[in-house]
T-cell receptor, first 111, second 115 residues
Framework: GESVGLHLPTLSVQEGDNSIINCAYS??????FIWYKQESGKGPQFIID?????DKRQGQRVTVLLNKTVKHLSLQIAATQPGDSAVYFC??????????FGTGTSLTVIP | GAVVSQHPSWVICKSGTSVKIECRSL??????MFWYRQFPKQSLMLMAT?????????EQGVEKDKFLINHASLTLSTLTVTSAHPEDSSFYIC???????????FGPGTRLTVL
């Protein structure tokens, strides 16, 4: 399969701080990316997506940045809250086929 | 947003029995459904892709006779783990994609424990 990896397997942040989770992908043909949040014992939850014709997309408290030059994706969470503690996965998609998932980053928010 | 459900959420069974897991898209028609397996603290591993009304496409290394997938309608796909063994114990997650969207929406997962 394709290689989608995360730079940091674990991340701890203080409540109220901003979090940045990074992801590297290997296939330059990937044209669609999604960030998922997975809490313990639950299925992945869609957070935000971005297509390859965009560099940045904002949601509620979250921003995804895409740098196609270096094949890098990041998820920024503003004012991180305890409820944000979870494992975050990036996933890449090529031409509507199946997604390839990264290994995940575990985010822990310290109250 | 799109809602995908799974049933059961947790199943415990004896070795040698077969277990059926259902995946339903509740508010949209899922032309494609995906089945994943996830071990603790690991990423999702795609097992198979199924399109409504056709045979599932299995990933390399996944036994199609062991993991039977049926996608008989646009809102329901089932995964049957046949003759389950302890090594089949895992978290099984389905996702669904419908219409013109590329986005996959995930179910809550089913935890299978084989004794």
């Amino acid at each position: 399969g394709e290689s989608v990896g995360l730079h940091l397997p674990t991340l701890s942040v203080q409540e109220g701080d901003n979090s940045i989770i990074n992801c590297a992908y290997s296939n330059s043909a990937s044209d669609y990316f999604i960030w998922y949040k997975q809490e313990s014992g639950k299925g992945p939850q869609f957070i935000i997506d971005i297509r390859s014709n965009m560099d940045k997309r904002q949601g509620q408290r979250v921003t995804v940045l895409l740098n196609k030059t270096v094949k890098h994706l990041s998820l920024q969470i503003a004012a991180t809250q305890p409820g944000d503690s979870a494992v975050y996965f990036c996933a890449e998609n090529i031409a509507g086929n199946q997604f390839y998932f990264g290994t995940g980053t575990s985010l822990t928010v310290i109250p | 947003g799109a809602v995908v459900s799974q049933h059961p959420s947790w199943v415990i069974c004896k070795s040698g029995t077969s277990v059926k897991i259902e995946c339903r898209s509740l508010d949209f028609q899922a032309t494609t459904m995906f089945w994943y397996r996830q071990f603790p603290k690991q990423s999702l591993m795609l097992m198979a892709t199924s399109n409504e009304g056709s045979k599932a496409t299995y990933e390399q290394g996944v036994e199609k006779d062991k993991f039977l997938i049926n996608h008989a309608s646009l809102t329901l796909s089932t995964l049957t783990v046949t003759s389950a063994h302890p090594e089949d114990s895992s978290f099984y997650i389905c996702s669904a994609r419908g219409g013109s969207t590329d986005t996959q929406y995930f179910g809550p997962g089913t935890r299978l424990t084989v004794l």
